[in-house]
């Protein structure tokens, strides 16, 4: 492929690691990776509401890695709360898959942004080590990707399987017990799966521009090499 277009591409895919970086440290600070309602079940059951009167006992919350808010509705209308991780929940949440969440966001936005910088060293310089050619490439690309798809996985589970909305509807709640009503992953969280795939494309413009995977070397040169190396 000629020089002008791998430039181009390197350039392609120097901004797009940089807009994942940007996207990813954007994200991180907001209250939109889940947005639902919770339901008030003890003022709910203790009216017997039904039908369109169960609607004044569906309250909000949308929170995100750091903080939050909530509207509890319990049949006296809406009570605003706002509330954070650190230190508030930290003894009620699954505290260690939390800060994995985290430390993988940091991992994801260090390595997109040494990615970007290798990009466009490749794109106007000229590679003179290991770590500044296609293995390099790869690398960030991989464990970026990589960081990208655990945020995801731990995410997911965290607020799925260990509960975490009703955990967080409950704080601090000792007469009413609240439910979930329904959630959604919001903004933020599908960035995370935008910049993953960002840059497992990147990974196949390296490709494209005509860099082989540093680990498929041909069997037939090392075989010669290796009977060469036995002649002497």
């Given at each position: 492929?000629?020089?002008?277009?791998?430039?181009?591409?390197?350039?392609?895919?120097?901004?797009?690691?940089?807009?994942?970086?940007?996207?990813?440290?954007?994200?991180?600070?907001?209250?939109?990776?889940?947005?639902?309602t919770i339901l008030c079940t003890t003022g709910a059951l203790l009216v017997n509401a039904t039908g369109p009167e169960l609607h004044k006992f569906i309250g909000e919350i949308q929170y995100g890695l750091f903080s939050g808010q909530r509207v509890r509705q319990c049949g006296l209308g809406g009570r605003p709360f706002q509330f954070s991780f650190f230190p508030d929940l930290l003894k009620t949440i699954p505290a260690s898959i939390h800060v994995s969440v985290i430390l993988f966001c940091?991992?994801?936005i260090i390595f997109a942004l040494v990615g970007a910088g290798f990009f466009m060293f490749n794109?106007?310089?000229?590679?003179?080590?290991?770590?500044?050619?296609?293995?390099?490439?790869y690398l960030w690309s991989f464990i970026a990707c990589s960081c990208?798809?655990?945020i995801m996985i731990l995410f997911s589970s965290e607020v799925k399987i260990h509960h975490l909305s009703e955990k967080i509807a409950n704080f601090k709640e000792g007469t009413f017990t609240f439910k979930?009503?329904?959630?959604?992953?919001a903004n933020s969280f599908w960035t995370v799966l935008v910049c993953s795939l960002v840059h497992f494309i990147n990974a196949l413009l390296i490709r494209f521009a005509g860099f082989e995977f540093p680990f498929s070397k041909?069997?037939?040169?090392?075989?010669?090499?290796?009977?060469?190396?036995l002649m002497y």
């Open positions: 492929m000629p020089a002008q277009q791998k430039k181009l591409i390197f350039c392609i895919a120097g901004v797009l690691s940089l807009a994942c970086a940007l996207g990813t440290a954007a994200a991180v600070g907001t209250q939109l990776w889940v947005r639902g940091t991992v994801l794109a106007f310089g000229s590679p003179y080590e290991t770590l500044h050619g296609p293995i390099g490439l990208g798809c655990l979930t009503h329904s959630e959604q992953f041909s069997k037939d040169s090392g075989t010669i090499t290796g009977a060469v190396d």
